[in-house]
């Protein structure tokens, strides 16, 4: 079945060093206009629980969510697919920190500058503050990862910090954790708690 998963594996294996000519057809059959540049695949998560809340279908929109294993090959991926590759629009979703690596592979000498929006801190760090820690706790505990937590909040590495940081390092330490928890946490924030950056990215799809 031809559907824009197979694309976004084509495109990944492009940038990884294939020949990209499935890719090209693949854009043009699957009408792709629109190329979202994510760091990894919690963001791909959180991405599309959002889109999926809002009765949206980005892929039948003509939208591809790319997570790139990484922001330092963001300047691969927006040549494949920017004016100078693929010809799509392109969009960014980053971790403040990340935002570099974006300024630079999305050069406006290459191509007009996309919209990038930044996370302060990271994408996990803006949902804990939006839905705040007692809630997150809650999913952890519905996850049955309540005794996990409880021991890992024991560590003496963990003694002192607030609770916001305790949680965003929890969710990161185990394989896995933080992609399932990348859609737990959109899916269970109310309307008006949507980190800004996300809900600004999706307005401009």
């Known amino acids: 079945m031809v559907d824009m998963r197979m694309f976004r594996d084509e495109v990944t294996g492009w940038a990884g060093g294939g020949s990209g000519v499935l890719a090209r057809e693949l854009t043009e059959l699957l009408g792709v206009h629109t190329a979202v540049l994510l760091e990894g695949l919690s963001d ?9 809340g809002r009765g949206r279908d980005l892929a039948a929109e003509g939208v591809c ?3 790139m294993g990484g922001a330092m090959n963001v300047g691969r991926y927006a040549g494949l697919l920017g004016p100078s590759g693929l010809g799509l629009r392109l969009i960014g979703l980053c971790d403040e920190r990340e935002k570099p690596f974006f300024d630079r592979g999305l050069n406006p000498a290459r191509a007009p500058r996309p919209g990038v929006f930044v996370c302060t801190t990271d994408l996990e760090d803006e949902l804990i503050r939006a839905m705040g820690p007692a809630r997150v706790e809650q999913i952890v505990q519905n996850e049955d990862e309540l005794r996990a937590w409880q021991t890992f909040v024991q560590q003496p590495a963990q003694h002192g910090r607030p609770r916001n940081q305790q949680l965003r390092r929890f969710i990161g330490t185990k394989k896995g954790r933080k992609i399932r928890y990348g859609r737990l946490l959109v899916e269970a924030l109310a309307p008006d708690q949507v980190p800004a950056p996300l809900d600004d990215l999706l307005a401009t799809l």
Do not use: G, K, N, R
Request: hydrophobic fraction near 85%; charged fraction near 10%.
């Open 44 to 52: 791909l998560a959180a991405v599309e629980a959002l889109a999926a």
């Open 65 to 67: 969510v790319v997570p």
